[in-house]
């Protein structure tokens, strides 16, 4: 999945991981592997606080989805870890973060 998110980016492109910690180190090492002049940014917007030894952590609470830091592209879930009464939040998420890039 991480190998697909990163295909056809380049330097100045922004990748948001929202709960997704195992997708965004996979993207993270692969990222490490480009030439440094082609790397896009990455982003994991993530409750657990344990992530926060990346650089690139920030804390986000699903049940507040339009707290965030900025704008980046349509974000992509770790599906099995969101209940089903909770898939309202990452949906409005989405298409707030996709009107943001129009």
Request: net charge neutral; proline share 10%.
């Amino acid at each position: 999945m991480a190998r697909e998110l990163l295909n056809g980016t380049s330097l100045g492109t922004n990748i948001a991981f929202v709960s997704t910690p195992s997708v965004f180190v996979a993207a993270k090492n692969l990222v490490a592997e480009m030439p440094v002049a082609e790397r896009p940014n990455l982003m994991l917007l993530e409750f657990d606080e344990r992530f926060r030894v990346f650089p690139q952590f920030v804390f986000y609470d699903y049940r507040r989805p339009f707290k965030l830091p900025g704008n980046n592209n349509p974000p992509d879930y770790d599906g099995p870890r969101w209940v089903v009464s909770g898939w309202e939040d990452p949906a409005k998420l989405t298409r707030f973060m996709s009107l943001q890039l129009a």
